[in-house]
């Protein structure tokens, strides 16, 4: 078996308008039963994700926070990969009314237009956070946090190589976790940018393309798949011995 986890997006991915369909779960539990490893890779925060998504358990490890937070469904073990956002900079925030304000353990979340004003604050701070947007959607982190950094992180617990992983999303804040896999796959309903940057892109659009996705997982291992990826340098394989 070549490829022996698939890293998945939530939102527009897994996903449509916040829920997983019935036939998305089904093959999420097939992809399980053939030996391989599910990761779920989301920019939203575990509380909102447990919400919307009870069935969390089937995922064997979940990257949260746009790769600043990894959650292990077995055991309920949450972990912070990065510090928490400085209280000043939340306070700064508030007083130029920025609406709505989203704060995990890690992230801060808001929306167009605000990204000025938390750009703003930064600069006046003097801080080392970084933005990153997905559509419509702006994310505060420290820098160099983001769903690569998280999905590494995912690999080196479970001893699965980058090199063997698939990785599947639809925006801009998945520009990163495509390059940290060993094959990229858009869904069919992904940005411009994301399906340019793809080894592959699905015919059809978020659950659905998941599932036409894993269904070429388990039935050829993707052979027909030939990554354009090798300029990426991807992290050693992971010695499960070690």
């Known amino acids: 078996m070549r490829y022996l986890s698939l ?9 449509d308008e916040g829920s997983v369909a019935p036939a998305t779960l089904a093959a999420i539990r097939r992809l399980k039963a053939s030996g391989r490893t599910p990761i779920l890779v989301t920019g939203r925060q575990m509380d909102d994700l447990q919400h919307v998504f009870p069935e969390l358990a089937i995922f064997d490890r979940v990257v949260a926070e ?57 600069k006046e ?69 994301l399906k340019e940057e793809a080894d592959l892109v699905t015919r059809r659009e978020n659950g659905k393309g998941v599932k036409e996705l894993i269904d070429r997982l388990v039935l050829n291992d993707l052979a027909d798949v030939k990554p354009r990826r090798s300029r990426v340098k991807l992290p050693s394989p992971i010695d499960p011995r070690r």
Request: charge should be negative; include cysteine; glycine fraction near 8%.
């Open 7 to 15: 890293a998945c997006d939530y939102d527009r991915t897994l996903a």
């Open 66 to 122: 746009n790769g600043a937070v990894l959650y292990t469904p077995a055991n309920q073990k949450l972990k912070a990969l990065a510090d928490p956002p400085p209280p000043d900079f939340l306070d700064a925030l508030r007083l130029q009314k920025v609406n709505p304000l989203g704060v995990g353990q890690v992230i801060v979340a808001t929306v167009e237009p605000h990204d000025a004003a938390v750009l703003t604050v930064i």
């Open 125 to 193: 701070l003097g801080l080392e956070l970084q933005v990153i947007y997905n559509r419509e959607s702006v994310m505060v982190l420290p820098s160099g946090i983001n769903k690569a950094t998280g999905l590494l992180a995912a690999l080196l617990e479970l001893a699965i190589s980058p090199h063997q992983t698939v990785g599947v999303g639809d925006g801009e804040n998945d520009h990163s976790l495509l390059g940290a896999c060993g094959v990229g796959v858009a869904v069919a309903n992904a940005v411009p940018s």
